[in-house]
């Protein structure tokens, strides 16, 4: 379904390829865009939540820690690792 916008573009653009790739770009790159800004905000939630989640540990046990994020201890260690915290430490 084509909105009147659309037809109008099309209208504008005509039979001109380089208008119709300019376009096709400009897409292709907002998307990249947007996956790229979003893959950053998930990452700095993540490690702000495993930060809290290490600071956690005097309270719970790891295996705790690990269920209640849905993870493995190893994918919960892993996790731990990425972020610079010291595996020894652990209880």
């Known amino acids: 379904m084509m909105h009147k916008t659309d037809n109008a573009l099309f209208d504008d ?23 790229g800004r ?3 905000e998930v990452e700095d939630y993540e490690k702000q939540m495993f930060e809290f989640l ?14 209640m994020v849905g993870m493995s201890r190893q994918n919960l260690y892993e996790r731990w690792r990425k972020y ?4 020894d430490e652990i209880d």
């Open 13 to 35: 653009i005509g039979e001109s390829v380089d208008k119709l790739r300019e376009r096709i770009d400009f897409w292709v790159t907002g998307k990249r865009n947007l996956r």
């Open 38 to 40: 979003h893959k950053t």
């Open 54 to 67: 290490w600071r956690c540990r005097k309270l719970l046990s790891t295996a705790r820690i690990a269920r």
């Open 84 to 87: 610079g915290f010291e595996i």
